[in-house]
Structure formats: C-alpha cells, structure tokens
C-alpha cells in the first residue's frame, strides 16, 4: 500500500516559522517549533494568556492583526491554527502557490505536511502518524511505544555520535561497521548507559575500540518461515532475523507487508516460483544461499508458511551441509493452520474429523499421482497445497475412490490477508469450478469440516477502493 506522506524531518533552526492563530492548539504549535529551535511568528487579533506571555519574554514574534499574504514573506514554515474555516483555507492555498510547507490543523486535506506525535529522546525521534486520519491513534500508538524506548536511548545515541568518526577509520567496509555497532547496541555497553553508568560505558566502549580488530566475516543462513500473510502471525524470533539480515531472499508467497519489516538498505532477490515459470531455479538457489553466506553474509531465507511443509527447506539445508555454512531454521504458520483459522474450519473436530493429512496438487514431475485411497478415507480433513490448477483432477480422483460427490470443498485465496475470499461447494461442484478469478496462492480444505465455516466464521475483511488494487502478494 502507498504511503499517504513521506516522512522527513525538518530542520529550522534559526529559520522563520509562521503560525496564524493564537489559540491553544496554535499554542501547542508554537512550542513544538521554538523546541526544535524555529523562530516563530505569530499572528492573530486574539492570543491566550501563554501565548501572550510568550511574546512578552521575546520567545516568539507577535503582530495582532488579522492574517495578511504579506505575513507569509520569508517564511520557511506555515501552521493554520484559526477556527475560521476561510482563512485556514486561504493560507493554505497560498502557502502551496509559493512552495512553503503548510500544515491545517485538523484538515490534512489542506496540508502539504502533517504533524506527529513525537517521541522525543532527542537526538532520536520516533514520529508515529495517522496520515491525518485518526490523531487519536496515533497519540495512543505514540504512548504505547513510550514504555517500549527508555529516556537512556537519548544518552546512547549521543555517545555513539562521538565515536562515530574513530569506528569510521577503524573499520573499512559497511558490514564490519554495522556488526560492530549491532555489538555495542545491543550489548553490555547499551545496559551501562541504561542503568546510568555513563562513563563506565564509554570506558568500556574505548576499550572495545581499542581492542577490535577487522573481523573475519562469518555468513549464516536463516530458513524463516513468513506464514501464511498476515505479519501479526510472525515469530518474535523471525522478526529479529529479517532485521538483521543483510540479504533476504524470497519467495512469491512472501506477502510485502512481511517484506516493509526488514532493513531498507537489505538486498533483495526474488527466486519466486510458479508453474512453468520459475525465476530461478531450486538448485540455483540452493547455491546461491550458501555463496552468500560463505561471503559472510546474514542471509534470510523468507519462506511463505513453514519452510519445511511443501517449502523445499530439506534441499537447501542438504546444500548448505555440503559446503560448511551455518544455518538456523525459524518454523511458521504453515498455509494449512492460517488459512483454516481465518476462515473459520478447524482442521480437526471430534464430530467431523479425527485426523488431518496435507498434500500437494503439483509433484515434481508435474502430475498429481497421489495414494488416492489413504486420502479418501472417513473422518478425515485432506489439506492441498498447490491444488488449484489441478482441481477437477483432484475432486474427480477422491470421489472415484469413495468419496461421497457432497462431500464439502474449501478454496481460500490469500487467506489471512485483507485480500482473503473463501468459496465452498462440494467434490461434484468443485469438479467443474471454473472462475478465472481464483489464484494462486488458493488453498485447498476438503472434509465434513467445512460445514462448519458457515457457523464459526469470523474474519471478514471489508477493503477500501484503494485495498482492492494494492494486493500484499
């Protein structure tokens, strides 16, 4: 999904910042700017006691006046605070003609810039922002990462700052920097500066400059299972490895919200497969992982579900065996589990299913030649993978081989996700589906299940115009 705004921080230092209005909310403005070291004007017949007191200590500029175009002359920066629609309006339109930024308050359609809520452990900022439309959020977004960033963070990041310069010269290549810092950061040194211990840490973080050396760059591999869609249902422990990795190779299953959650300057290689069009091909990518690696990288192999249920996460580890290279192996919702839950079929209930098998709908060999008898039998929920384009086979297949023709079918289509559709029928009716906007990735659910759907079915995503043509996958 596109980005509303660009996020950038400004700096104004010293620059003239206009605010028309001398009302709280402009109040609040205008400490916000003479914070961040704006000089200040403002205008307006009619001011609080603390603006006016403000002004009477010299902090901002005050004109009482009605606001004027000739007020906006050498502005860098322009806030709208009035309650007269009119005149917020007016110097928004003419801010825009003259490519001043210009924040409305309360109407982000009038904006070319919009302000957040600040988490402020100066020198590091976090700004949280709704795009406009829920300040609310946002501040309730802002107060939750309050007690997630200690007030220390500020102190940190001001003793980095001063050896930034020295870490420079000692460590020639961007990847041996990053790892010495990724040491520092999260280490004993962060923990002194934490508990207060300011110069025990820079101490210890002289000393950790002193003593280090080029280091030999040892590579890993990380399989990480990235679910089913949805990136609320990663592992906290996949989370921390897609952002360390330097380099994330993926999958076409790998949803992009997944993807937004890894490091911007991370490389990344699509190796993603679907039938007779593969971009690369499973060898070339099992040695690919291990050559990364084996240059020292981190490198994330991202996987759509579990990497070793249909995820082919066994031959690349047998490669990366060969040739000597570390790897950690990170499981994930597989499809089955995902898909299942939020379309509300449990795979398994002791009135309907007493067993569950997965399978695939496309072997290697390009057929689907199953044990069709081990597969139909009673009491059991039968997961495909892969199936869709085989379907009619499929049906056809489990009913010749006992199946009752109204026996209920599940197709979910990128379950999990905001994009998630769920269509049902039976063996008979599936036999003959035939709706060219159904594909991959679509699951597969055959089993008495599936009646149950109707009853427990509880994520029904509603998607925005915008939603409809911005597909996570």
Not at 42 to 67: C, G, H, M, W, Y
Not at 121 to 132: E, H, K, M
Not at 157 to 178: C, H, I, N, P, Y
Not at 183 to 194: D, H, V
Request: a neutral charge; one cysteine or more; glycine letters at 8%.
């Amino acid at each position: 999904m596109a980005m509303d705004f660009l996020p950038i921080y400004l700096d104004i230092k010293l620059r003239r910042c206009l605010v028309v209005g001398g009302g709280e909310v402009a109040q609040r403005k205008i400490k916000l700017l003479l914070e961040a070291g704006g000089c200040v004007t403002v205008v307006s017949p009619v001011i609080t006691a603390e603006v006016d007191k403000l002004a009477k200590n010299q902090s901002v500029s005050l004109i009482r006046a009605t606001f004027e175009e000739a007020h906006m002359d050498d502005a860098r920066l322009v806030i709208a605070a009035t309650d007269d629609v009119e005149v917020n309006a007016r110097v928004s339109r003419l801010a825009q003609e003259s490519g001043i930024p210009v924040n409305v308050v309360d109407a982000p359609e009038l904006c070319s810039f919009i302000m957040p809520s600040i988490i402020d452990r100066s020198p590091v900022l976090v700004a949280v922002s709704s795009g406009g439309s829920s300040p609310v959020l946002a501040r309730l977004l802002r107060a939750r990462l309050e007690t997630l960033i200690p007030a220390s963070y500020g102190r940190l990041a001001a003793l980095v700052k001063g050896f930034r310069e020295t870490v420079k010269k000692r460590f020639q290549d961007t990847l041996s920097k990053r790892r010495f810092w990724e040491k520092i950061l999260q280490g004993p040194i962060a923990e002194m500066m934490f508990s207060g211990r300011e110069k025990e840490a820079r101490d210890a973080l002289e000393g950790a400059l002193h003593e280090a050396q080029t280091p030999v760059q040892h590579g890993e591999v990380y399989l990480v299972g990235a679910g089913p869609g949805d990136p609320d249902l990663l592992t906290f422990r996949a989370l921390r490895l897609i952002q360390q990795a330097d380099v994330i190779v993926y999958d076409r299953l790998v949803a992009k919200a997944v993807l937004e959650l890894a490091r911007r300057d991370a490389e990344r290689i699509y190796v993603g497969k679907e039938q007779s069009n593969h971009a690369m091909r499973q060898e070339q990518i099992n040695e690919l992982l291990a050559e990364l690696a084996l240059k020292g990288k981190r490198v994330l192999r991202l996987k759509g579900g579990d990497p070793f249920i249909f995820g082919r996460g066994g031959e690349e580890i047998d490669t990366l065996m060969e040739k000597g290279v570390s790897f950690q192996v990170v499981p994930g919702i597989t499809a089955a589990a995902g898909c299942a839950a939020y379309a509300g079929i449990p795979l398994t209930h002791r009135d309907y299913a007493q067993s569950v098998v997965f399978a695939t709908g496309h072997l290697k060999d390009h057929t689907i030649n199953l044990n069709w008898q081990a597969l139909a039998q009673p009491g059991q929920t039968i997961v495909f993978y892969m199936g869709l384009n085989g379907l009619p086979q499929i049906c056809r297949q489990l009913q010749q081989h006992g199946m009752d023709g109204h026996t209920p079918v599940a197709l979910i289509q990128q379950g999990t996700t905001i994009k998630q559709q769920v269509h049902t029928g039976t063996l008979a009716d599936m036999e003959h589906f035939d709706d060219p906007d159904i594909k991959p990735p679509t699951l597969i659910i055959v089993g008495e299940v599936v009646r149950l759907r109707e009853k427990f079915s509880w994520f029904e995503p509603v998607l925005s115009d915008q939603e409809r043509g911005n597909s996570m996958f």
